[in-house]
């Protein structure tokens, strides 16, 4: 079956320090990965997707590289701020319509 | 536009109690689905609907969790009865076509002492 693992938290940073989560991936055929967000007291969010071996999603300063030959999607950001505060959930879809997630990674930005 | 809602945000019961989650899908979305996160671990899939009509519920946990979509708008999940380990994060998420974006609401917390 589908499953993703990443890394575990909580992790801890400070303002502008550099931020990686890990995630990788086991499938079957060609999935799509997804990086999801949960900032406080709010749904899922969808932060950045990548359908294809080699495509980089992006966004709000996030980065994620879809990796078919380790089979990972580790998320970076080079200067995290408070406001990104959150838990952030791998997740993919492969040949259906279900996601499937990671155990999600708390991060906490101190300023 | 509104996003997916769910109701109520947290909920505290009993063990053998009854509780009933509600979620609101955008409108216009056919596809609804239910999941949950259980203990801080992953988020899991529960169940779809295609309007009123239940897709695929293979991710239910037992029969004591039964989900309806009355007239393809919005959707409950029902506990009957309710155990401590059914305690956990229920979210709701809809989507226009079944390929598509998933829109999650913020989520239940229920909580079963």
């Known amino acids: 079956g589908n499953s993703v693992t990443q890394m575990e938290g909580p992790v801890t940073l400070s303002e502008e320090a550099f931020l990686t989560i890990n995630c990788t991936y086991t499938?079957?055929?060609?999935?799509?990965l997804f990086w999801y967000v949960q900032y406080p007291g709010e749904g899922l969010q969808l932060l950045l997707k990548a359908t294809k071996a080699d495509d980089k999603g992006s966004n709000k300063g996030f980065e994620a590289t879809y990796r078919k030959e380790t089979t990972s999607f580790h998320l970076e950001k080079g200067s995290v701020q408070v406001s990104d505060s959150a838990v952030y959930f791998c997740?993919?879809?492969?040949?259906?319509?279900?996601?499937?997630f990671g155990a999600g990674t708390t991060v906490t930005v101190r300023a | 536009e509104a996003g997916v809602t769910q109701f109520p945000s947290h909920s505290v019961i009993e063990k053998g109690q009854t509780v009933t989650l509600r979620c609101d899908p955008i409108s216009g979305h056919d596809n609804l689905y239910w999941y949950r996160r259980v203990m801080g671990k992953e988020i899991k899939f529960l169940l779809h609907?295609?309007?009123?009509?239940?897709?695929?519920e293979s991710g239910m946990p037992n029969n004591r969790f039964l989900a309806e979509r009355t007239g393809g708008t919005y959707s409950t999940l029902k506990v009957q009865p309710a155990e401590l380990e059914d305690s956990g994060v229920y979210f709701c998420a809809s989507s226009p076509v079944w390929e598509g974006e998933q829109y999650f609401g913020p989520g239940t917390r229920l909580t079963v002492t």
């Open positions: 609907f295609v309007k009123e009509s239940k897709q695929d």
């Open positions: 499938a079957t055929g060609y999935p799509s």
């Open positions: 997740a993919l879809i492969a040949n259906d319509y279900k996601l499937s």
